[in-house]
């Protein structure tokens, strides 16, 4: 199975600040990655899917980047409501897998 | 509007069986790939199956497979997950979700599966 390590755990920012989460996959995944917002008590929401394409809807301060075992989401001018866990996701092969996840939280 | 709407969970027994179903509205559900993804509390998301849009393929997880069964009645547009054999380890929240080239575009709201005696 191919290994997703998200980084940091958790991360404490300021409001209009620029965040960035990592995910690096144990093999080459080819951009076949997403990246997922989930709020407390809700069920997770597409931000991004191949690696940089933003989902119908997304906040355009959301992006993604990277290619094969790197890839990074960044929040540009970090806003109240963007408080919540993001999760990665390669579906490059089976089985998917996830990222355990980053706490976003406001300084 | 796309909405997915599980339905069936709640407490039971180790050992015993659940089936979860998942009513589909909003698009043309024989169209997609669907899928159950689940999180334990407090945990982090784990894929639990897959199934191709006509039925005919499907795919498991490895702390399922033998025990759990995805299907789907796509004249129902309705998505199944029968869970045997519940172990203590199963207890999560199971969320319905419509695939989308790989990535999961859209999620149910989820429903509660707790196993414990």
């Known amino acids: 199975d191919i290994q997703m390590t998200q980084s940091p755990a958790s991360l404490s920012a300021s409001l209009g600040e620029t965040v960035t989460i990592e995910c690096r996959a144990s093999?080459?995944?080819?951009?076949?990655l997403a990246w997922y917002q989930q709020k407390p008590g809700k069920s997770p929401q597409l931000l991004i899917y191949?690696?940089?394409s933003l989902h119908t809807g997304v906040p355009s301060r959301f992006s993604g980047s990277g290619s094969g075992t790197q890839y990074s989401l960044k929040i540009n001018s970090l806003q109240s409501e963007d408080v919540a866990s993001y999760f990665c996701?390669?579906?490059?092969?089976?089985?998917?897998?996830f990222g355990a996840g980053t706490k976003l939280e406001l300084k | 509007e796309v909405q997915l709407v599980e339905s069936g969970g709640g407490l039971v027994q180790p050992g015993r069986s659940l089936k979860l179903s998942c009513a589909a509205s909003?698009?043309?559900?024989?169209?997609?790939?669907m899928a159950w993804v689940r999180q334990a509390p407090t945990k982090g998301l784990e894929w639990v199956a897959s199934?191709?849009?006509?039925?005919?393929?499907?795919h498991y997880g490895d702390s399922v497979k033998g025990r759990f069964t995805i299907s789907r009645d796509n004249a129902k547009s309705t998505l199944y997950l029968q869970m045997d054999s519940l172990r203590s380890e199963d207890t999560a929240t199971y969320y319905c979700?419509?695939?989308?080239?790989?990535?999961?575009?859209?999620w149910g709201q989820g429903v509660m599966v707790t196993v414990s005696s």
């Open positions: 979700a419509r695939r989308s080239y790989g990535s999961y575009d859209y």
């Open positions: 909003g698009f043309t559900f024989s169209d997609y790939n």
């Open positions: 199934i191709s849009y006509g039925g005919s393929n499907t």
């Open positions: 093999e080459d995944i080819y951009n076949g």
């Open positions: 191949n690696a940089n």
């Open positions: 996701q390669q579906y490059y092969d089976y089985p998917d897998t």
